[in-house]
């Protein structure tokens, strides 16, 4: 009996280190840590306090963006469009409060409110009119840059109240201090972990990316499932909005322009598939921190802007790469 015992828990543990090995999150962080360590060797700034605190800071808007962008990739879609979308929800929620036209708060929700407005357009166009994802989002790109500039007058709006900015307040932690919008998006990224994994509107999330018309044919209501995605990844990036405010103070219509490009870097390098239904949002999060730490890590080893934005590109490919070797060797 104790060496059928002894055999079925080792067997245990070979069948736990397997699904381990092959979850979805685990090559992310693997390449998390290693980047760490690499850049921890490069420069004795990399591990103190302060330097962790502000590659978290960096990461919190484009990781918060991501959780967008990863709802919608695990429909097979795609967003172009999610950063200049943020940048228009801070200009407004931004000039609203600082003209008074609205209180603060209120001015916060309006934000939002028209970010989820683009995500409920993206989203009719898409299911409605079957327009291709990429094709819509690329038009609303250009809408969201054009009305941006258009609203704030090409000014960068300063004097907000602290109601807009007290997200980038800070709160030590040991001995470093961390922002309440870092721990905004952790929560974020739990409660949509949550939701994926636990409860049936998750389980369609990935059927529908899995396969449309066997979701359909399931009963699943594929339409309003896909059309609630889009809008709820609106209001996300509405929430994005807010932490880029509170994190530069001002509403800047040029700021987080381009996000949309680090956004879908991070859902790739979290394990994210672009083909749909596979990837976990956790992974996106490991995928934001790899984005800030490669950043963070090659500006303290002095190397310019132009190769970071390089080494990052060939990480996106190299990522997609893995990725469809691996869809090859499972259709297998």
Not at 105 to 120: N, R, Y
Not at 132 to 159: C, K, R, W
Not at 183 to 197: C, E, H, P, S
Not at 303 to 329: E, F, H, K, P
């Amino acid at each position: 009996m104790s060496t059928a015992t002894a055999q079925l828990r080792a067997a245990s543990a070979r069948i736990n280190w397997r699904g381990l090995t092959t979850h979805p999150t685990a090559g992310p962080l693997v390449a998390l840590l290693a980047s760490c360590v690499f850049f921890s060797l490069q420069s004795d700034q990399f591990l103190s306090g302060g330097n962790l605190s502000l590659v978290v800071q960096q990461v919190m808007v484009v990781g918060t963006l991501a959780l967008g962008q990863t709802l919608i990739i695990l429909t097979a879609g795609i967003d172009l469009s999610c950063g200049a979308v943020m940048a228009f929800g801070t200009i407004v929620m931004a000039k609203l409060a600082a003209e008074g036209t609205l209180p603060p708060l209120a001015a916060v929700v309006a934000g939002i409110g028209v970010c989820g407005l683009f995500g409920l357009l993206n989203g009719a166009l898409v299911t409605l009119v079957r327009l291709p994802p990429f094709i819509v989002t690329l038009g609303m790109l250009n809408v969201a840059f054009a009305l941006t500039h258009i609203y704030s007058d090409e000014q960068t709006i300063t004097d907000l109240p602290g109601a807009l900015t007290g997200l980038g307040n800070t709160f030590p932690m040991g001995r470093t201090d961390i922002t309440y919008g870092s721990v905004l998006t952790v929560v974020l990224f739990l409660v949509l972990a949550y939701m994926l994994g636990q409860t049936a509107w998750g389980k369609h999330t990935y059927a529908l990316g899995n396969s449309p018309d066997v979701a359909r044919l399931t009963g699943i209501r594929t339409t309003r499932l896909r059309l609630g995605i889009y809008t709820l990844a609106g209001v996300i990036y509405g929430i994005a909005a807010l932490l880029l405010v509170s994190r530069t103070g001002v509403g800047d219509p040029k700021a987080g322009q381009t996000d949309n490009l680090d956004a879908i870097t991070a859902v790739v390098l979290g394990g994210t598939s672009l083909f749909g239904g596979r990837g976990a949002v956790l992974g996106t999060l490991v995928g934001a921190l790899i984005v800030g730490v490669f950043r963070n890590g090659l500006q303290l080893m002095g190397v310019g802007s132009i190769y970071q934005t390089l080494i990052t590109g060939a990480l996106v490919i190299l990522a997609v790469a893995v990725d469809q070797i691996s869809r090859r060797r499972a259709s297998r």
